[in-house]
């Protein structure tokens, strides 16, 4: 059975940092890409970056690049998602999620999702 378990959401100020952790079991890790997606209260789920399998390229959407790191460890079976600077816009529930196109924006494009976790950014 698949597991996706997703840590590190939380309360934060504006200009602060969070790191998210999606925890894989039950499947080939290192076969799939993954993808954070964020959803804001009352909008669409978003891509907000992607990493490849081995090669670990990753994309990233314009209102987060330069802030936000994503990366994997094969060996831990992890992708983490390291928000620095964070504000207020960045607010909504992260979600992991693997598959076999690479950063691709689609959600219907992932195959495995984890259960969110809220990061909320006050001003």
């Excluded at 997703?6 to 999606?22: D, N």
């Excluded at 079976?77 to 979600?95: A, C, F, I, R, W």
Aim: hydrophobic share 35%; aromatic share 12%; charged share 15%.
């Amino acid at each position: 059975q698949v597991q996706l378990v997703e840590s590190g959401g939380g309360l934060v100020q504006a200009g602060g940092s969070l790191r998210l952790s999606c925890a894989a079991s039950g499947l080939d890790f290192t076969r799939y890409a993954w993808s954070w997606f964020r959803q804001a209260p009352g909008k669409e789920r978003d891509f907000v970056a992607g990493i490849s399998w081995h090669t670990s390229n990753t994309h990233y959407v314009n209102s987060v690049e330069g802030r936000f790191t994503i990366s994997r460890d094969n060996g831990e079976n992890t992708v983490y998602l390291q928000m620095n600077s964070l504000k207020p816009e960045d607010t909504g529930v992260y979600y992991c999620a693997g598959g076999v196109v690479v950063a691709s924006p689609a959600p219907r494009e992932y195959q495995y999702w984890g259960q969110g976790t809220q990061v909320t950014v006050s001003s």
